[in-house]
């Protein structure tokens, strides 16, 4: 009986221990419960903290997991934050050809015993397949005992701020080609001016058919497109300015992109809204434009394809991620099924002098930047090899209701125009062959080397009684009296002046304006024969 009453004794013992024992561990859980809901909500302030930063917050165990993203990441990378924690970062977020190098730097963040990288940058990869460039900067985290357990980062989305960056280095880069082009483009356009006038004479005694004719057709041929090479490289120039006019852009766009493809395996479908808006632009810049855009898409496909060319009307709000003024804008897009273009040489497409093609000059494209940005538009590329590529072009909208000039239509050349016409020029080639062909067009002709001799000799043709019918004047004369000031002396002279400005420089302002300055037209060199007629004719029977 006493063993069975102290089994008794004991078992009560035993229970009483028991309830102690549970009564303890009912106390830990609730400090237990206490302590995770006391985290949970410090956990939740310090989210709340981060999701309402304007940067991205994320925290990478040492399995290379997320484990914490904030409202900014989830933004940025475009899933919920479900969607993010728990995956593999470096798999899942970074593209593949940087994966690596990445990795890397956030094994020396987690090792002691290497140096830590900070701060880098580095794309990540969204959910539609696009990149945003990330700058990161960097901290290590640690348990109690010292041991590194993680990373903490915070990241500022810089996509915007690098493409900024790159506009301006592509302004840069093209206000140094300006230069140089500035400073060739007259003396060049002077050559061209006396070899294609020369050729064109030359060509009046020949016949068609006779070797000698298809040998200055090739020259002349040859010359033509050293004319357009210089033209190309005019549009750099920083004085240059677009000689525009009110004009529909899809006809225009219509019109080049039937020209460049002419002849090839390559069709065009375009897709244009009921009430497209106008633009003030120049037909033959945006023509060069497209020309530039047709042609590489249409060398992309070699086995042939479609070129897509489609047009939108939108307004843009004073704050965009374009370097452009807010308001209405026609927004061109050119896409193609080629081959696409690397990453790598993405960045470089709008370069001067950068291409992939043996005989590609890296000026059309490169030219093709500069013009929109003279029309105070923008134009941007998005592709991938394989998968094609497609430009986007903004023009600024014309916002008034205005009348477009018509055409007036060329006058043919006759050869049997009348008068008397001064040339004044600082090249004795340029006086030569302009004499000459005046002369085929039927005017007497004199010449001036400079501004003031011009002025002496229409002085003295005036109180003659035998004026100038019109004045043939050079814009630039180096070290002398140039076209710009004097036309101001002859119009003092005589307010009916007829002066026709002429420069090698064609995009020159004041080639742009020339009313302003108080000529009546104006002629870029070189110019053909029947031009020079033809501007002469107008100028002289609009005085009559």
């Known amino acids: 009986m006493k063993d069975s009453e102290k089994t008794k004794d004991q078992l009560i013992s035993e229970l009483t221990s028991l309830r102690q024992r549970i009564s303890e561990l009912e106390a830990l859980e609730t400090e237990r419960r206490q302590a995770e809901e006391a985290l949970e909500k410090e956990r939740n302030k ?94 290590i985290l640690t348990d109690e005992m010292g041991n590194i357990i993680g990373t903490i980062s915070s990241g500022n989305d810089v996509t915007d701020r690098k493409k900024m960056e790159t506009e301006l280095q592509k302004a840069a880069k093209l206000e140094s080609l300006g230069m140089l082009a500035g400073g060739i483009a007259h003396n060049f356009n002077n050559i061209l001016t006396a070899v294609t006038g020369n050729i064109a004479l030359a060509k009046m005694y020949a016949k068609p058919g006779m070797e000698v004719f298809d040998i200055f057709t090739e020259v002349e041929k040859a010359a033509l497109r050293a004319k357009n090479l210089i033209q190309q490289l005019l549009v750099f120039s920083k004085g240059g300015v677009p000689l525009k006019k009110v004009t529909s852009i899809d006809k225009l766009i219509r019109d080049s992109v039937g ?127 394989g998968a094609g590529t497609t430009f986007f072009i903004y023009i600024p909208a014309y916002d008034e209701e205005v009348k477009t000039l018509k055409d007036e239509g060329k006058a043919a050349f006759t050869g049997e125009d009348r008068g008397r016409v001064l040339v004044m020029d600082d090249e004795e080639i340029v006086r030569t062959v302009v004499g000459r062909m005046l002369v085929q067009c039927g005017y007497e002709a004199d010449f ?46 005589d307010p009916g002046v007829r002066a026709v400005v002429s420069s090698g420089y064609s995009n020159d302002p004041v080639m742009a304006n020339f009313r302003d300055y108080g000529f009546k037209s104006f002629l870029p060199k070189p110019y053909k024969i029947e031009e020079l007629c033809e501007v002469l004719r107008r100028v002289i029977k609009a005085a009559d």
Request: charge should be negative; include cysteine.
């Open 46 to 139: 310090i989210k709340q903290y981060l999701d309402i930063a304007g940067v991205m917050f994320l925290l990478i165990n040492a399995d290379q997991k997320v484990s914490l993203i904030n409202k900014k990441g989830c933004e940025i990378l475009g899933y919920d934050e479900k969607q993010i924690i728990g995956k593999n970062w470096f798999d899942n977020f970074i593209p593949e050809r940087i994966r690596d190098k990445v990795k890397e730097i956030f094994r020396s963040l987690m090792d002691k015993k290497a140096e830590p990288i900070e701060y880098f940058e580095n794309p990540v990869l969204t959910r539609n397949g696009r990149e945003r460039i990330i700058e990161w900067h960097n901290s």
């Open 259 to 385: 020209f460049s493809l002419s002849g090839s395996n390559v069709r065009c479908e375009f897709f244009i809204p009921d009430n497209l808006w106008k633009v003030e632009a120049d037909e033959e810049q945006i023509s060069q434009v497209i020309n530039s855009l047709v042609i590489n898409a249409q060398q992309s496909m070699p086995e042939g394809g479609i070129i897509r060319v489609s047009f939108e009307n939108m307004i843009i709000s004073e704050v965009n991620v374009f370097p452009l003024k807010g308001g209405k804008y026609i927004k061109i897009s050119i896409k193609d099924e080629g081959t696409g273009i690397a990453e790598e040489n993405l960045q470089k497409v709008f370069d001067p002098y950068f291409t992939t093609k043996e005989e590609g000059s890296g000026l059309g494209l490169a030219a093709a930047y500069s013009i929109v940005k003279k029309h105070d538009g923008h134009i941007t590329v998005e592709s991938r090899l």
């Open 448 to 493: 001036a080397k400079d501004g003031d001799e011009a002025i002496s000799l229409y002085k003295k043709a005036k109180a003659s009684g035998q004026p100038f019918d019109a004045v043939v004047i050079d814009l630039i004369i180096p070290g002398g009296t140039g076209g710009k000031e004097a036309v101001k002396r002859l119009l003092e002279i």
